[in-house]
């Protein structure tokens, strides 16, 4: 194998030495696209019951609980794809979780 100089590597070529192995890209972020079509189950937000513990905001690996003010508000839908973690983590009771009627 031979660096960007067309040298041999060998173990005395430096990393610095060594041609890149590909581009570097900007990471990926699911803010921008609608992945909450994927759903099959969906969560209700039960807000008489919720306590604002706010226990069930880092369970969500899509980050569609928003939280103004210190405050839980409904499911941001476009991003939530129904994996129900949040329901789980609640420990009032105050999100249901059905099957989703698109």
């Not at 610095?16 to 590909?22: A, E, L, M, S």
């Not at 880092?58 to 508000?73: H, M, Q, W």
Request: hydrophobic share 30%.
């Amino acid at each position: 194998m031979r660096n960007k100089q067309g040298k041999l590597i060998t173990s005395e070529i430096s990393w610095k030495d060594i041609t890149p192995g590909g581009m570097v890209f900007e990471s990926g972020s699911a803010r921008y696209f609608k992945t909450g079509d994927w759903r099959t189950m969906k969560p209700v937000f039960k807000a008489d019951q919720c306590k604002q513990c706010l226990l069930c905001v880092p369970t969500c690996p899509d980050s569609s609980i928003p939280v103004t003010a210190g405050k839980r508000e409904d499911f941001n839908f476009e991003h939530c794809k129904g994996c129900g973690i949040c329901a789980k983590a609640c420990p009032f009771d105050a999100i249901d979780f059905i099957k989703d009627q698109k």
